[in-house]
């Protein structure tokens, strides 16, 4: 059996599919690309699909991740083109690697946010995260299955700063003048997404944007403590494939993804 790690993004008007649609929409072009699919046992076998962490539904992403497991070899780059044909566009295969180690999940560890702002003016931006970091604690409120819930929000943000707008080109239009905020948050229970950071800034410095923030995901991955960076998290697959025989469609190695920085 072999095991295909795959990169995907969510763009444009598709950050508003929930993980269920990206679910059925990648599961239809697995039938189309005729992909040789592991399936599951019992009554109601499923195509063997790991997915990783996935973003909020409305929250736009460079890096989502997934695994699946086929009953034939194949080549990782051709198969990642197959699939993205066979995808919606803006929800686009980018990378696809041979699994050749373990813990994909267990590497997800920290990720890069982009929070656009529009309505906000960049000097604005740089004071509430000033502020937000200058916090020992910044406690904010969430609505879970089992009520309120108050936590931390500001232990798990490594870093968080304002950008100009031409600093940052993803999915974001350019016509009007907008605050750009990049933070790194690391992976922690509870986790803290995008939105509790807003809410923290809200709380901290009466930070309220006159529109909801445009939220895109630009990286995930293993933190680099040295260099203030979120590492590729396939880096090791790309590396035991390199050191690996190569036999056959299987010993293609994809493309490597750079790492993204985590502040300005």
Known sequence: MQRIRLRYTKRGRLRFTSHRDFQRAFERALRRAEVPMAYSAGFTPHPKVSYAN??????????????????AQRDPEK???LLDESMPVGLDIIDAVEARTSGLADRLTASVWELRLDGVSVEEAARAAEAFRAA???EVQRRTKSGIRTFDSRSAVVSLDAVAASDDPVDRPTDKACAILRLVVRHVTPAVRPDDVLSGLRAVADLAPPVPAAVTRLAQGPFDAETGTVT???APDREADQAAPHT?????AAATAPAVEGSA
């Open 54 to 71: 996935a973003a909020p539904t409305g929250t736009g992403s460079e890096a989502e991740y997934l695994e699946i497991a086929l009953t």
């Open 79 to 81: 198969l990642r083109e």
């Open 136 to 138: 020992e604690t910044v």
């Open 232 to 234: 590729d998290p396939l």
């Open 248 to 252: 056959g469609a299987a010993g293609s």
